[in-house]
């Protein structure tokens, strides 16, 4: 199953940024899709980006020019960029991990890590 650790998150102001880590270990990082969700408060989660073991990217509509997903395979590291933060942005972030599309089914996931946006 492989274990994934966040980290990076905190407190920002709304037109800030933030840089996210997820560092695995115990999974071959290079052939498994990768994705971050989000669970703002009182409400489910939701996939946020996603970028396959080729590299593709694809994002939420909330967050298309905002957000960058990238991966560093040497790294184990997938990253997550947030550009102009807004206080919507407010969430537990989650990464993923699985062989095949991020969200066609089960995977491993890290324990979050919390961001807050300020207004």
């Known amino acids: 199953q492989g274990q994934l650790v966040e980290s990076g998150g905190g407190l920002a102001q709304a037109g800030g940024s933030l840089r996210l880590s997820c560092t695995t270990s115990?999974?071959?990082?290079?052939?498994?899709?990768m994705g971050w969700y989000r669970q703002p408060p009182g409400k489910q989660r939701e996939l946020v980006t996603a970028?396959?073991?080729?590299?593709?990217?694809n994002y939420a509509d909330s967050v298309k020019g905002r957000i960058i997903i990238s991966r560093h395979n040497s790294k184990n590291t997938v990253y997550l960029q947030m550009n102009s933060l807004k206080p919507e942005d407010t969430a537990v972030y989650y990464c993923?991990?699985?062989?095949?599309?991020?969200?066609?089914?089960?995977?491993?996931w890290g324990q979050g890590t919390q961001v807050t946006v300020s207004s």
């Open positions: 993923k991990a699985r062989r095949g599309p991020i969200a066609s089914g089960s995977g491993s």
């Open positions: 115990g999974i071959v990082f290079s052939i498994y899709d």
């Open positions: 970028i396959t073991s080729g590299g593709s990217t």
